[in-house]
């Protein structure tokens, strides 16, 4: 399987637990890798035989601008969903980090990785 990496998005959104989280927001930045078969855009050389890039970077930016999540599990789960409705796209490997992390004495970064397939997606929705 060929696959597709976009890195550094930059959101801003409220993800997290604590009340100011939620009130405030912080920074966040995702990076994705999608599995697909780039075969057919590799011979044709045109958009629609791939995915629109700007349109998933776009979709990350506004679910992270516009939902609001405890957990940062969710937030990265909901990414995910919404980037395997796209008809190429058949799995896809979601880093989601937490820039500034409210841990007293912690100047680090806290990352969420989750990977999905489209088959998963399939089995759940009939579960």
């Known amino acids: 399987m060929d696959s597709i990496s976009i890195t550094g998005i930059r959101c801003y959104g409220y993800i997290g637990f604590f009340p ?3 009130v405030l927001g912080q920074w966040f930045e995702v990076d994705l890798i999608l599995g697909l078969d780039l075969n057919a855009a590799s011979k044709s050389d ?3 035989d ?4 700007g349109s998933i970077v776009n979709t990350v930016q506004q679910l992270v601008k516009n939902s609001k999540f405890a957990l940062l599990e969710k937030a990265a789960d909901t990414i995910a969903t919404a980037i ?3 008809p190429l796209v058949q799995n896809v490997k979601v880093s989601l980090t937490k820039l500034a992390a409210p841990i007293p004495d ?3 970064k ?3 990785e ?4 489209k088959e ?5 929705s009939f579960s």
Request: no cysteine.
């Open 46 to 48: 045109a958009l629609e």
């Open 120 to 124: 998963a997606l399939v089995y759940n």
């Open 20 to 22: 100011e989280e939620k």
């Open 114 to 117: 989750i990977t999905r397939a």
């Open 110 to 112: 806290v990352t969420i």
């Open 50 to 53: 791939t995915v629109d890039y």
């Open 84 to 86: 395997l409705q796209e």
């Open 106 to 108: 912690f100047s680090g």
